[in-house]
């Protein structure tokens, strides 16, 4: 790559994020309700030095940071078993792949009610719970398929290198779906974002959710803004970890072209 | 010269596939014996079902019926067109597999390793991924890996089928070179004719679908051949007949 690309690639970004920037700061001096970044960095630091309700911002994202990472642990490690367990058990997938079929496509959300039934409304097991069920569908249904669509040549190659099942299992078809697993844990990671906000204003105690919903009580569209960059900047945050993580992992993903 | 021994024995194998067009017999009554440590070459037509015919061998499928029976050591290193290296491997890795599945120690894997991966003249990439080599050397790799399992048949498919015709002489030297040094029944599919008479001890010519015997050769050339002497081309001629009459 030459000087002058590198240099452009660095400004397409930037150039790209002013001009959202630019267009939102043009929309809101054009309406009155909508507050523009000015108004919203302002709000950011007012929610600093004035917490809503006496919970301080950091509280409000560090509880949503906890409920995601939990929630997030528990799928990767449920959802992966499940997986796996989909693409070598031939007659548990027989057995139990209808009834996933039938929960994979509900929305999370539509669980609320019954999970606040069951769990109660206090404490984070039910906002858990819902941003579980949010992540765990794609990290199943990645791992079965990079489980099942495995070359059938690598298990082969296998097989008469002297490989036993087992073998097979984890020495070649986990690791070399381990790129479609992460891909899952990412878009698993996504959905999870959306169920935490909508599982943390439907159920309302602190969390980033619950900023989000109290700007909506109070027309408050600048605490709005706060709270939609805090998730931006939170799940990009996690994304980044999950990129170090598969770079780790994968080494191969990543060499130099020759 | 004292008979040879068999090393594999190949009975009366046949084998059907169904398609969306009928039946289509692949293997038709195949029998043939393969020696020990003799270097046999089947050469046929493009879809010949010279792979099925070397799966049943080795066991990845299953004939309908006839059998395969080894004398002794039933086990093969198999070396795959597509190389089949595992991608997330090193090279050294990759080699070492077959070691590591039977539970040898790190030290005997690593060494073993090295020690192919020499001979075939890549042990100064041992720690590169499959992903960094040309094709050539990913089949190096992939030779290596046959190897160090230890088996006494190394059964090869096509190997330099995707290869450009330099590395492919350069590949079939590497084979030869490997035959001086290990001790292996190999048996090595190609529809390469001259590289069928230049590698060959022994060559079984294979008819298309439904796959026979034609007819087998035994090339009476001094190694290392001259791919242009009188000798080799008339052998050459020969086959090229006879493959084209079983078209």
């Known amino acids: ?258 | 010269m004292a008979l040879p021994s068999v090393k594999i024995e190949i009975s009366k194998l046949s084998k059907s596939y169904e398609t969306k067009k009928g039946v289509v017999r692949v293997l038709d009554d195949v029998s043939f014996s393969v020696y020990e440590n003799e270097f046999l070459v089947i050469l046929g037509p493009g879809q010949c079902g010279k792979t099925v015919l070397l799966n049943t061998i080795a066991d990845i499928e299953q004939p309908d019926s006839g059998s395969v029976s080894f004398n002794g050591d039933s086990s093969v290193g198999f070396v795959f067109q597509r190389y089949a290296l595992f991608n997330w491997k090193t090279v050294i890795k990759n080699v070492e597999t077959p070691l590591r599945y039977r539970g040898a120690s790190a030290e005997e894997c690593t060494a073993t390793a090295r020690k192919y991966l020499d001979l075939v003249g890549l042990k100064d990439f041992e720690s590169a991924y499959p992903a960094q080599l040309s094709g050539g050397m990913k089949q190096r790799v992939a030779i290596a890996r046959a190897y160090t399992s230890g088996s006494d048949t190394i059964i090869m498919d096509e190997p330099f089928g995707a290869l450009d015709a330099q590395t492919r002489y350069q590949m079939e030297e590497e084979v030869l070179k490997l035959r001086k040094t290990e001790k292996a029944t190999v048996i090595f599919v190609t529809n390469n004719i001259e590289e069928a008479i230049y590698l060959g001890d022994r060559i079984l010519l294979f008819s298309d679908k439904p796959s026979h015997i034609v007819n087998e050769f035994v090339p009476e050339l001094p190694r290392p051949r001259n791919r242009t002497s009188p000798e080799f081309m008339a052998l050459r001629d020969e086959i090229t007949a006879q493959m084209d009459l079983s078209l």
């Open chain 1, 1 to 258: 790559m030459n000087k002058s690309n590198r240099i452009t690639d660095m400004l397409l970004p930037v150039i790209s994020v002013m001009f959202v920037l630019a267009l939102w700061w043009f929309a809101s001096s054009q309406n009155d309700v909508l507050a523009g970044p000015v108004e919203t960095l302002e709000r950011f630091i007012e929610l600093i030095e004035h917490p809503k309700m006496g919970i301080p911002l950091y509280v409000h994202v560090l509880s949503s940071f906890y409920r995601i990472m939990v929630a997030f642990i528990f799928a990767s490690v449920i959802g992966v078993s499940l997986g796996v367990a989909f693409g070598v058990l031939p007659t548990f997938k027989r057995i139990m792949w209808p009834v996933f079929s039938i929960l994979r496509p509900l929305p999370p959300l539509a669980w609320i009610p019954l999970i606040v039934l069951w769990v109660g409304t206090s404490g984070d097991a039910s906002k858990i719970i819902i941003i579980f069920i949010g992540i765990v569908m794609a990290v199943i249904i990645n791992t079965f398929a990079g489980i099942s669509h495995t070359d059938e040549m690598l298990l082969d190659a296998g097989r008469t290198l002297g490989a036993s099942k087992w073998q097979i299992l984890t020495d070649i078809t986990l690791p070399n779906s381990i790129p479609v697993i992460l891909a899952g844990l990412k878009t698993g990671l996504s959905t999870g974002w959306m169920s935490l906000v909508a599982a943390e204003m439907m159920v309302v105690d602190n969390g980033i959710g619950f900023l989000i919903n109290d700007s909506m009580q109070y027309y408050d569209t600048a605490l709005d803004f706060v709270g939609i960059i805090l998730v931006a900047l939170s799940s990009s945050l996690l994304t980044l970890l999950l990129n170090l993580l598969e770079r780790r992992l994968c080494p191969w993903l990543y060499l130099q072209s020759k």
